[in-house]
């Protein structure tokens, strides 16, 4: 029975098009859209229209642990793009749009019906990052910097060497296709990215077992693209 629906099945899980990829597969990278790695943590540490060292408090970064952390640990120094491997997880955003009956007066036993409403708006379509705490710490290093020049600044565009804003893409990967290997199967990308939020750290106690950190991030974007990416190419 070669055509049984137990066979069919199989034999669409054996095709590329049909099978099963594995969730553990893929990479994320961040751009940022001064056009350099060096000028974007300069944007990050200089608030020169704030009038302010980042925060009154002096809470700021060493420009040797942001080369450390952009330029030599966790990127590729011979491109613009930073190739994050502090990252371990990644939240997409959900799609949704409200719905409400139609009122009717007097309707009586009739059943109203149903309206389309607002479609979910960018800020509530919640894109995050969970980022691993090593020694040199991308969380306070890095991050909380980054939101409290966002703070500042604002979510308005600029230019140059004030530009704090980044573009993300997130590259999902699947198994040998012949003879490539590890072919990138589809790709989003984020663009006008600033962190925004960053979960609160758990509690320091001598009586914690030894465990492994992982910090949220919440990110503000203004649109997102989705791209399937062709075995052909």
Known sequence: MSDSPRNLF????SNWEQSIPLQ???????QPQSGSISSLYQAILGQEDSGTTLDLNQFKISPNIAKR???ESGSNTNSQTIGCFYAQEVGLPQESFSSTDATLVGAGGFLTGIVGGDRLQNSQRN????FLETNLD???GIIKPWIIAGAYRGLIARSGNKNIKCNIKIVQFTKNFFEKKRPARKMHEFFDCIPRNVQSPPPLRYDEPTSVNIM???WSYNSYSYKLLPQEQ
Request: net charge negative; proline share 0%.
């Open 216 to 218: 949220n991030v919440d």
């Open 127 to 130: 894109f995050n990052i969970g």
């Open 138 to 140: 991308f969380i306070d």
């Open 24 to 30: 553990s597969q893929w990479i994320i990278q961040i």
């Open 69 to 71: 952390v952009f330029g």
């Open 10 to 13: 199989l034999n669409n899980l």
